[in-house]
């Protein structure tokens, strides 16, 4: 594959943040996703994020799996440390990362087909055992590297490309997240920038699992009625050994729209994404009126959107492991290696 470089050299006026780095410090290659894809938009939030916090680009792990949203680290933080896992595995390669250096800052990016579907199981593992990471899951309903067939998030209802009706109940990763004990929960609109990207600050800096369900619509296979994600696009099949792919460029979708406030946003295939911002003086610390709240928005057919659930005193596994603070990777073989009457006073304990 080939990539078109960034130039490398930057202009000298441009601002810098308290550790020196500008804005296009913490960018990456150019993005080969579609055009007008709302995965860019979070890409972009996430750099802003970054750029805000003052955090050195070093000090960053992002982690992803697979899908188009796992490509998106390609795309930011080009001088951060990165790993790309196999499909659905994100969480417990950065849970082992985080145990054997506390020190740098995780970022998980992943989407609803690896999050929902094969890696189900380690999104759930991962919040009830509270991993420090912000979770960021790239969400459109569909699986857009291999045309567009329904996600484990799709409603039901939906149509797909092909005009097949969704018959399967949708996995809801943010009520998941708050029921297995994540200490920060948060959904979000990949085109509402002004709130994503201090939710996304916020749970960098938070201390614990904290997990961002971003809505982010697939120009290519776009959104249906009941903000399903899928895009009804039809085109002819043919028997020839192979097939080229036009898809048109698309505007990015983005809006604006007060705390309280119910917007709908249409989509490139005439449906509309209904969005709904809590309101100012919300209670975000209550974790089971939250879930009450969402699901009764839901049954109206709504989104809603902002910080859902936060937990002040939230701890992390490491707190809960009571591991050394000094990171694994940096200790000694004295340390690791303390010798058999320390073996022994170990096995004593366990019987």
């Known amino acids: ?4 470089a960034k130039p490398r050299l930057h202009h000298p006026t441009l601002t810098k943040n308290q550790v020196g780095y500008t804005r296009r410090d913490y960018e990456g290659r150019i993005s080969t996703l579609c055009a007008g894809c709302g995965h860019d938009s979070i890409s972009a939030a996430i750099i ?13 792990a992002k982690l992803s799996g697979i899908g188009c949203s796992s490509k998106t680290p390609d795309y930011f933080l080009g001088a951060s440390h990165g790993f790309n896992t196999v499909h659905g595995r994100m969480p417990s390669v950065l849970t082992g990362a985080n145990l054997a250096n506390r020190d740098l800052l995780y970022l998980g990016v992943s989407g609803d087909g690896d999050s929902a579907s094969i890696g189900l199981g380690q999104f759930a593992n991962a919040m009830r055992r509270g991993v420090r990471m912000a979770y960021i899951v790239e969400n459109n309903g569909v699986y857009g590297l291999t045309k567009g067939q329904f996600s484990a998030t799709a409603d039901r209802g939906s149509k797909s490309k092909k005009g097949v009706i969704n018959s399967d109940s949708p996995v809801d990763l943010v009520g998941l997240a708050l029921q297995l004990g994540a200490t920060f929960v948060a959904r979000s609109f990949s085109g509402d920038k002004a709130q994503l990207v201090p939710l996304i600050k916020g749970a960098i800096a938070h201390g614990g699992a904290a997990f961002i369900d971003v809505i982010s619509p697939c120009v290519t296979f776009n959104n249906h009625g009941g903000s399903t994600k899928s895009y009804d696009y039809v085109r002819q ?115």
């Open 237 to 351: 099949h043919n028997e020839a050994v192979s097939r080229i792919d036009f898809m048109s460029p698309r505007d990015e979708i983005t809006t604006e729209y007060a705390p309280g406030e119910v917007v709908d946003v249409p989509q490139h295939d005439g449906s509309v994404l209904r969005l709904r911002k809590l309101h100012a003086d919300y209670d975000p610390t209550d974790r089971y009126a939250a879930m009450s709240y969402m699901n009764a928005h839901h049954a109206r057919g709504e989104v809603v959107t902002g910080l859902l659930y936060l937990d002040p005193l939230a701890t992390d596994l490491l707190t809960a492991m009571n591991t050394t603070r000094v990171p694994l990777n940096a200790l000694g073989e004295a340390e690791l290696c303390p010798g058999a009457q320390a073996l022994e006073k170990i096995n004593a304990s366990l019987r």
């Open 1 to 4: 594959m080939t990539y078109i």
């Open 48 to 60: 802003q994020a970054c750029w805000e916090l003052d955090i050195e680009p070093h000090r960053v």
